[in-house]
Nanobody
Framework: QVRLVESGGGLVQAGGSLRLSCAAS????????MGWFRQAPGKEREFVGV????????DYADSVKGRFTISRDNAKNMVYLQMNSLKPEDTAVYFC?????????????????WGQGTQVTVSS
C-alpha cells in the first residue's frame, strides 16, 4: 500500500519561510519522481514542482521559481519543499505526489499517488 504523508504546514507571515516534508512508503522510492501540487480555496489544483528520481533534475511552476526548492533524501524516503519569501497567494493545501514516469510534467494525470495534503496559510 502506497502512503504519502505530508507535514510541516502552518501559519506564517508574508516574507517568511516554511519547509514541508513528505514521508513515502510502499514504493521503490529511489526510482520514483516526487512532486508537489497545491490548491487554494475556490481555485483549481496547480503544479508546484517535481524532482526526478536522480535528484539532479527539478522543475518548478513559474509562480514559485526562485522561491521554492524541492529536495529528496532517498535513504529516508523523504521529499521536502522549502518555501521562502512566502506570499499570501501561496496560501493553499499542499499535496505530495509521486509517479513512476521518468519525465513527469505539470499535469495532475502524470501522478499516480497523492497524499492527503497539509495547509499552508500566509498572512499579509
Amino acid at each position: 500500500q502506497v502512503r504519502l504523508v505530508e507535514s510541516g504546514g502552518g501559519l506564517v507571515q508574508a516574507g517568511g519561510s516554511l519547509r514541508l516534508s513528505c514521508a513515502a512508503s510502499g514504493i521503490s522510492f529511489s526510482t520514483w519522481a516526487m512532486g508537489w501540487f497545491r490548491q487554494a480555496p475556490g481555485k483549481e489544483r496547480e503544479f508546484v514542482g517535481v524532482i526526478r528520481w536522480s535528484s539532479t533534475t527539478t522543475d518548478y511552476a513559474d509562480s514559485v521559481k526562485g522561491r521554492f526548492t524541492i529536495s529528496r533524501d532517498n535513504a529516508k524516503n523523504m521529499v521536502y519543499l522549502q518555501m521562502n519569501s512566502l506570499k499570501p497567494e501561496d496560501t493553499a493545501v499542499y499535496f505530495c505526489v509521486t509517479t513512476s514516469r521518468v519525465v513527469p510534467g505539470p499535469s495532475q494525470s502524470d501522478y499516480r499517488y497523492w497524499g492527503q495534503g497539509t495547509q499552508v496559510t500566509v498572512s499579509s
